[in-house]
T-cell receptor
């Protein structure tokens, strides 16, 4: 069964304090691993798709990496506006475009 | 790209009633995905519609159902509402550009009292 586990559940950082969020996954035939950002009461916002082990993607202060079992979302010198829930998700080659999501990591960045 | 629209934004129902939630996908897109996000939990896959047909459903009871119309908009119906059905219900379209991601709507917050 396809599964996604994210850690930690919550992370509190000071502004400028870099850190990483972890996503462990099992999937039969990875089509893509995704990172989304979700603000309270809103729908998730797409950040990245990673397709194969060794791949990296960057966007502003965020950098996502992928291995065969895990993905990391590195946040460099975060700002208060980076505070949100970050969701990791996987999609298999079978099952259409059905995507399985992790429970998310709630990030709080204090000024 | 034009977005996914959902209505209503908020819905309050009494236990045992029925709720109807609506979604319009990105213009020209034929697929609609429904997810439930209960407080403190991750997104749980509910239903996938494509070209007017139900293609896949998640591990939810039959009182969760829906349909897709010829214009590809979709309805999610929840019958015999229970308190634990209170959640944010999200609708999504596959993104353009071939990256396999979703564009989500803003969701419908369903509260069952």
């Amino acid at each position: 069964e396809d599964q996604v586990t994210q850690s930690p559940e919550a992370l509190r950082l000071q502004e400028g304090e870099s850190s990483s969020l972890n996503c462990s996954y099992t999937v039969s035939g990875l089509r893509g691993l995704f990172w989304y950002r979700q603000d309270p009461g809103k729908g998730p916002e797409f950040l990245f798709t990673l397709y194969s082990a060794g791949e990296e993607k960057e966007k502003e202060r965020l950098k996502a990496t992928l291995t065969k079992k895990e993905s990391f979302l590195h946040i460099t010198a975060p700002k208060p506006e980076d505070s949100a829930t970050y969701l990791c998700a996987v999609q298999a080659h079978t099952g259409g475009f059905k995507t399985i999501f992790g429970a998310g990591t709630r990030l709080f960045v204090k000024a | 790209e034009a977005g996914v629209t959902q209505s209503p934004t908020h819905l309050i129902k009494t236990r045992g009633q029925q709720a109807t939630l609506r979604c319009s996908p990105i213009s020209g897109h034929t697929s609609v995905y429904w997810y439930q996000q209960a407080l403190g939990l991750g997104l749980q896959f509910l239903l996938w519609y494509d070209e007017g047909e139900e293609r896949n459903r998640g591990n939810f009871p039959p009182r969760f159902s829906g349909r897709q119309f010829p214009n590809y908009s979709s309805e999610l119906n929840v019958n015999a509402l229970e308190l634990e059905d209170s959640a944010l219900y999200l609708c999504a379209s596959p993104r353009e550009g071939g990256d396999y991601g979703y564009t989500f709507g803003s969701g419908t917050r369903l509260t069952v009292v």
